[in-house]
């Protein structure tokens, strides 16, 4: 008896304006192992899900042109196979405020901009291991609002 | 005593010029970087200084734009991104003026045109530096 395994896709997609943080994340990202897909707005990011769901993790800007972060994953909340896409948002802003919305959306983890690489690579060690964190976004709560 | 002192330096733009003193590129956080360096891969940091170089020129065009069209989201939304790589890159006073600007009140034109004078003075000391760590890896 043969038992298929299906094996996690080991691509991330990167939705970055900046080129210079965009070819960080990227370079970040394969530096673990992964293969980086990487796209210059949020509209691309788009684009790309529609066609294409086969992602292990999401990697997005909060503030981009056409379509934020936040957008992107309203969107992933509509089509089954994305929702469990964990993902990971990006923002210069720490405010709590921010980090509520987000997370009601359906963000799985949020790192605030500066940050250093070592700090990159914990939260996204943590999205890809941790199995309970993209429970979030399969049920997103109601979003926050003030 | 000290605080006449510290009274004359505000007075006269003291602090100002010794925040022109500070490093425009704190070297430590551009070095941290070379941990991602894959070896026989192109150097990753002459890559982001390049991206960096060619891409901020058009930004800094575009937050001047945005200024004189008194068009405040596309000008805070500007200093927002190149908050992140300035930062990224170690450019810590360019990052820190972009939140300035950020955070400044959506109409304070003055201060607002103040503050874009300021980043162009020191991105115009930034470039510089790049560009010698640019040299010194290739």
């Known amino acids: 008896m043969t038992i298929a395994v299906k094996q996690l896709s080991k691509r991330i997609l990167i939705a970055d304006d900046d080129p210079v943080l965009r070819d960080l994340l990227t370079n970040a990202v394969r530096k673990e192992g992964y293969e980086a897909v990487a796209v210059d707005d949020g509209r691309e990011a788009y684009r790309m899900l529609q066609g294409d769901g086969d992602f292990r993790a999401g990697i997005f800007d909060m503030m981009m042109p056409h379509l934020e972060g936040l957008d992107i994953i309203r969107y992933m909340n509509t089509e089954k196979r994305l929702q469990r896409i964990p993902v990971l948002l990006i923002s210069s802003e720490g405010d709590l405020h921010l980090m509520a919305k987000s997370f009601s959306a359906g963000a799985t983890v949020f790192l605030t901009k500066p940050f250093n690489l070592e700090q990159f690579q914990t939260t996204l060690r943590i999205l890809l291991t941790n199995k309970n964190l993209p429970s979030s976004r399969n049920a997103p709560g109601k979003e926050y609002s003030q | ?138």
């Not at chain 2, 330096?9 to 070297?27: H, I, K, Q, S, Y």
């Not at chain 2, 937050?63 to 930062?87: D, F, I, M, Q, T």
């Not at chain 2, 890159?89 to 874009?116: K, Q, V, Y």
């Open chain 2, 1 to 138: 005593m000290n605080q006449a002192i510290t009274q004359f330096a505000f007075a006269t733009g003291l602090p100002r010029v010794l925040g022109d003193l500070e490093p425009a590129v704190d070297l430590a956080t551009l070095a941290t970087l070379e941990e991602l360096q894959e070896e026989g891969e192109p150097n990753l940091i002459v890559e982001l200084i390049d991206l960096f170089l060619a891409d901020v020129p058009c930004r800094l065009s575009a937050l001047r734009a945005s200024l004189v069209l008194e068009n405040y989201p596309a000008l805070k939304r500007g200093a927002h991104s190149l908050r992140g790589s300035s930062g990224s890159l170690g450019a810590l006073r360019t990052s820190a003026l972009c939140e300035e600007i950020e955070m400044e009140p959506a109409d304070a034109f003055a201060s607002l045109a103040a503050l874009l004078t300021s980043l162009e003075a020191e991105l115009a000391r930034v470039f510089p530096v790049l560009q010698a760590q640019r040299l010194l890896r290739l």
